[in-house]
């Protein structure tokens, strides 16, 4: 018979080895390469992460790798020039609001020669500025830049939610049916799409209507295709939010302007980013920016056909031209005279001949 009286040692529990590994483990030195280098105004992560992949990028004369880290002790080169990791250099975070027109496309260089978005922008003292998303070359409206690659790179991430606001004019008939499938989601050739909010513009009747519509992604193309699947027609295309950043009527077309401290700090909070303090810009600079924009702000978009002289007559019969407009009449060239000749008598005009060759 079994003693009930006795009892079992309960077992021992092993911890696992992986507690072990964790607490014997060293915490990574630095911070990733692509991150410092996005910071400093180089490109957006995913830009500066295919330079990595491309060898494009050494670490101490050492051809650098996905994941590598750095500190400041490291001494890293891009393309053969070497960088300075200066604290100053990594806290500069600015950002530009720009009014795009239509005809400009977003790239550095175009191939075709078309005129890009960054021919108008002034040049940043350290780094270089990163678009914030795109705009096709028919699209117009609010386009932002910034010198900080991490804030660029979080404000395009789709897990951080940034809305984009469009007014768009539609060419057709538009119904409720429509509105519904839009908001709702259809397939496109890339995958699911949709509206998370369309609001038809007051005072929009007829073939041509306004619409204001909310997208949560910056695919190519996306409201045009996703009103494309509705068999109609976008006529015009305007982003006017982005987030919390709106584009007011201030701003004319083809100008741009720089956010102040508390516009980035808005901003900054908006992705989970510390506050950083704008550097000092003094009154000779800014007088400086102004100057340049008003000569790089041209007019935009002018149409040859429109342009008119401001008096012209026309007339309507042969008879009411005036006689030296006749094409029939003769016209004498008026003679020049230099002055008496010996005899007294008008001196005769001078004619100049043509030298043989």
């Known amino acids: 018979m079994h003693d009930k009286s006795k009892k079992t040692a309960a077992p021992a529990v092993e911890k696992p080895q992986n507690e072990k590994a964790k607490k014997g483990a060293v915490a990574p030195v630095g911070e990733k390469l692509q991150k410092v280098l996005a910071r400093m105004g180089f490109g957006s992560r995913r830009d500066i992460e295919q330079w990595i992949a491309d060898g494009r990028v050494l670490v101490n004369s050492r051809v ?41 496309v977003c790239t550095r260089r175009d191939p075709e020669g078309r005129p890009t978005v960054f021919d108008r922008l002034p040049r940043p003292h350290t780094g270089r500025w990163i678009n914030i998303g795109r705009l096709d070359i028919n699209t117009t409206g609010l386009l932002m830049f910034t010198t900080d690659g ?36 259809v397939m496109l050739e890339d995958g699911p799409a949709k509206f998370t909010d369309v609001q038809a513009a007051p005072g929009g009747e007829g073939f041509n209507r306004w619409f204001h519509c909310v997208v949560m992604e910056g695919r190519n193309r996306e409201v045009r295709r996703l009103w494309e699947s509705q068999d109609v027609i976008v006529s015009r295309l305007k982003r006017v939010r982005f987030g919390p950043v709106f ?15 508390a516009e980035i700090d808005i901003l900054s909070k908006e992705v989970g980013l510390e506050p950083v303090a704008l550097a000092e810009v003094s009154e000779k600079a800014k007088d400086k920016l ?68």
């Open 150 to 185: 991490e804030l660029a790179n979080r404000l395009m991430h789709p897990s951080y939610q940034m809305d984009r606001e469009y007014a768009v004019r539609v060419r057709g008939e538009v119904t409720e049916e429509m509105i519904e499938n839009l908001k709702n989601g």
């Open 290 to 357: 102004e100057r340049q924009q008003r000569k790089i702000a041209r007019p935009v978009a002018q149409v040859r056909d429109n342009r008119r002289p401001e008096k012209k007559t026309v007339y309507s019969t042969n008879k009411d031209k005036p006689d030296e407009f006749d094409k029939g009449a003769r016209r004498t060239r008026p003679s020049v005279t230099s002055g008496a000749n010996k005899s007294g008598g008008a001196k005769k005009p001078t004619v100049r001949r043509l030298r043989p060759e």
């Open 247 to 261: 584009l007011t009527s201030e701003l004319s077309v083809g100008r741009w302007r720089e956010m102040g401290q």
């Open 64 to 104: 650098a790798k996905l994941g590598a880290r750095v500190d400041a002790l490291d001494a890293i080169t891009v393309d053969g020039r070497p960088l300075k990791q200066e604290a100053e250099t990594y806290l500069q975070r600015r950002v530009l609001i720009y009014n795009k027109p239509e005809g400009e």
